[in-house]
């Protein structure tokens, strides 16, 4: 069977000829994704890097964002916690245990590699942006590459994919028809769908949201919790 990374990298080939500055990105660990209790996949909008791109955002995770010149550490270190609280669901530490993972580089460094090794990440927009997304440009580009970020999709089969601040953008991808997959919400707000079938979507803040970083955590182990114990939900959007 065809590695996934190799199956990455041939699309990417091609992927390049159409994106000036192309970031690759998925599955920095493919064995550590693969062997997870819970697949998790989060989709983001583009790299922020004022540089040109041309780099590789699966080994930037490998490392933990090491250099954290490209991306800042408040987004990897809350994406950090968010994996830790979702493989530890039942028995999710304190707040003050996360928040004393950042206090120390060195710590909050091993804590990044333990966590990111293991899942997959990807930006809807492969070419390189800046600290703010321009939401028509990406809307554009997202529709022109559509048929490469399904095919993209296809290679990982998570059980839990969380937006962060794409969701409507990646409904609009995986959706062949506007309602055929059918958003839902917790009882605190959140919304969902399933995608596939007894997978959910979870339409979630990004990581750098103007919100308290311990706020966000816990919202987000509050919805999946609800969603992965299939509670009653509210109406659909």
Not at 119 to 129: T, V
């Amino acid at each position: 069977m065809t590695l996934i990374s190799e199956r990455e990298n041939e699309l990417f080939n091609e992927w390049r000829l159409l994106r000036q500055g192309f970031v690759a990105d998925g599955l920095p660990n493919e064995e550590a994704y693969s062997t997870s209790a819970v697949k998790l996949l989060f989709v983001l909008k583009e790299v922020n890097d004022s540089h040109g791109g041309g780099w590789d955002l699966r080994q930037f995770l490998r490392e933990g964002g090491k250099s954290l010149k490209r991306w800042k550490s408040r987004t990897l270190d809350n994406i950090s916690r968010w994996i830790h609280g979702i493989r530890n669901l039942d028995t999710i530490p304190s707040w003050s245990f996360y928040k004393s993972i950042t206090q120390k580089k060195d710590i909050a460094l091993k804590f990044r590699i333990d966590n990111l090794r293991s899942i997959c990440a990807i930006n809807l927009k492969k070419s390189p942006g800046g600290h703010t997304a321009k939401y028509e440009t990406l809307r554009k580009v997202v529709r022109q590459d559509r048929d490469l970020i399904r095919k993209q999709l296809s290679f990982y089969h998570p059980d839990i994919t969380i937006c962060c601040g794409t969701g409507d953008l990646f409904h609009g991808v995986v959706s062949e028809e506007a309602n055929k997959l059918e958003w839902k919400s917790t009882t605190r707000g959140i919304w969902h769908f399933e995608w596939p079938k007894g997978k959910h979507v979870i339409s979630f803040a990004h990581p750098e949201a103007r919100v308290q970083d311990s706020i966000l955590f816990y919202a987000l182990m509050d919805a999946i919790e609800e969603i992965s114990h299939n509670k009653p939900m509210q109406p659909t959007r």
